[in-house]
């Protein structure tokens, strides 16, 4: 507004200066931000650790907290290395560089070792189970009868071995209906397989199979499992009177429907079959292991390995037995 005597007033704006956005929050993100850093170079710096250590290290380690006195007093990776000379681990003093720890040493050719074993163990089992094929094969050419069987019978290489499965067949069944029962053409095709293995030193593992298909005859508690075991059971017999020795037979199981052939058709007369299967060097390992179920492939190959470098120890030899002083009589061993 003018005043009265004409002069005009200056207007004087007053601005109040608030505290501003950063005042507010300060310098408190560039610490977490710094820790979040600090934290992630961390955490690499663990993985290139872990990466680049050995894994006799690493195995050491895990012991050292298992077991710290242990380690402590029995030395090794574990503890420091203290029984390397170099640093890296080694024994020779010529290499700048370090050597590779002894537990890595034995560990990488204990590996070469089964590799190399694995693929011996294959070629020989290889040779041997298409030796019996072809025997076999030979033997159902130039028997007309077994020739009219060729279409039920079928071979495959499994780890273990060659497989023979005898499968059933809607016009020519291998026994008769919910019965152990051999049928007669039947009985010169097993009795034949069972020469053929016996020459050829082999072991099998027999399994009977049926369909999906419930029993409905026989006495109560009679099911496909005991069905399926009696034929495997029956097949031994045939297999015995071609010729195989009582002791090349490992395992006789019944496995019901419990592995079709056909799994899209579980009633389908495929499935109704015994397996018989020739073991290799290998797969003789895995079953006569003097357990139920047959050991792992790898637990084989090692108990093969320790046989081979004599690694089982031998017993040790038993002491001579005293003999009696001249002055005290001997006195007699009981009978009972």
Known sequence: MASTSGKLQPIIIKRIKKAGHAGHHGGAWKIAYADFVTAMMAFFLLMWLLGSTAQGDLQGIAAYFQSPLKVALTGGSGSGDSSSIIKGGGQVLTRTNGNMRRG??????????????????????????????????????????????????????????LRIQIVDDQG???????????????????RSIGQLVNDAD????????????????????????ELSADRANASRRELLAGGLGEDRVVRVLGLGSSVPLDTADTLSPMNRRISILVLGQLGRERWQSGTEIPVSEAQALERLLARREGAAPSPAPAEPAAEPSPSTPSQPTSTQ
């Open 104 to 161: 890595e040493i034995d560990a990488q050719k204990s590996t070469f070792n089964l590799q190399a074993l694995r693929s011996e163990v294959e070629a020989a089992d290889v040779e041997q189970m298409r030796k019996v094929q072809h025997q076999l094969e030979q033997a159902i050419e130039a028997n007309p009868k077994l020739a009219a069987l060729s279409k039920q019978l079928r071979m495959d290489a499994t780890p273990d071995g």
């Open 172 to 190: 020519r069944p291998m026994f008769d209906a919910g019965s152990a029962h051999v049928k007669e053409y039947m009985r010169e095709l097993l």
């Open 202 to 225: 082999g072991r099998v593992v027999l399994s009977g199979h049926t369909d999906a298909s419930a029993y409905s005859g026989g006495e109560r508690g009679y099911s496909n499992w």
